[in-house]
């Protein structure tokens, strides 16, 4: 199946830092998201982006799909931004089911 | 904003017991999904669903695990004899599967096997 890989695993922040989440795939996609796992559990989705550039709030996520690989970047981050954030692909031509990544574990500091 | 519901969000039960774990998913999806995450781990794709039948399964799908809609709205998860190792979040997912496919998830059913 397809392999994605997630970096860094863990990423400690202070308050008001910018940081930069990367997802490497291994094949081709039709569909890439990007979530947001909070204490909680669920999982927040935060952006459909199998390529191109989006932004939201504080977050955008760009990706490259001919070089397989996506971005997620947090801008003045906040202690709410803490959680693990994941990357899941839907390879091109496959059944739609999503694979994920490790995920990110990202801690913001006061 | 139309949105996946699933109950229960936590559900305890002892090892060999039965559980169905319950899912709506948006009303004009055509695609459904069942997902796992253990504890500090990966989420991880179990069954897909679509037409009223099974259209792909992991290895991790066995015989202990069933999937139904059994009335146009919901869509369940089944597990007959449940394990230790079946302690797990799973999630509900589905997909209009029209010129997106993005996912929508649920919130998950939190499900402690002791």
């Known amino acids: 199946g397809i392999q994605v890989e997630q970096s860094p695993p863990d990423l400690i922040l202070q308050e008001g830092a910018n940081s930069t989440l990367r997802c490497n795939f291994s094949d081709s996609v039709n569909n890439l998201q990007w979530f947001h796992q909070n204490p909680w559990g669920q999982l927040i989705n935060l952006f459909y982006?199998?390529?191109g550039t989006k932004q939201n709030g504080r977050l955008s996520a760009t990706t490259v799909a001919t070089e397989r690989y996506s971005l997620l970047y947090i801008s003045s981050s906040q202690t709410t931004d803490s959680g693990v954030y994941f990357c899941?692909?839907?390879?091109?031509?496959?059944?739609?089911?999503?694979?994920f990544g490790a995920g990110t574990t990202v801690t913001v500091r006061a | 904003e139309p949105e996946v519901t699933q109950t229960p969000s936590h559900q305890v039960t002892q090892m060999g017991q039965e559980v169905i774990l319950r899912c709506v998913p948006i009303?004009?999806?055509?695609?459904f999904y069942w997902y796992r995450q253990i504890l500090g781990q990966k989420v991880e794709f179990l069954v897909s669903f679509y037409n009223n039948e099974i259209s792909e399964k992991s290895e991790i799908f066995d015989d202990q695990f069933s999937v139904e809609r059994p009335d146009g709205s919901n869509f369940t998860l089944k597990i007959r004899s449940t394990k230790l190792e079946d302690s797990a979040m799973y999630f509900c997912?589905?997909?209009?599967?029209?010129?997106?496919?993005?996912?929508?998830f649920g919130p998950g059913t939190r499900l402690t096997v002791t």
């Open positions: 009303s004009n999806h055509l695609y």
């Open positions: 899941a692909v839907v390879r091109l031509w496959n059944d739609y089911k999503l694979s």
């Open positions: 997912a589905s997909t209009p599967r029209t010129l997106t496919y993005e996912q929508y």
């Open positions: 982006i199998p390529s």
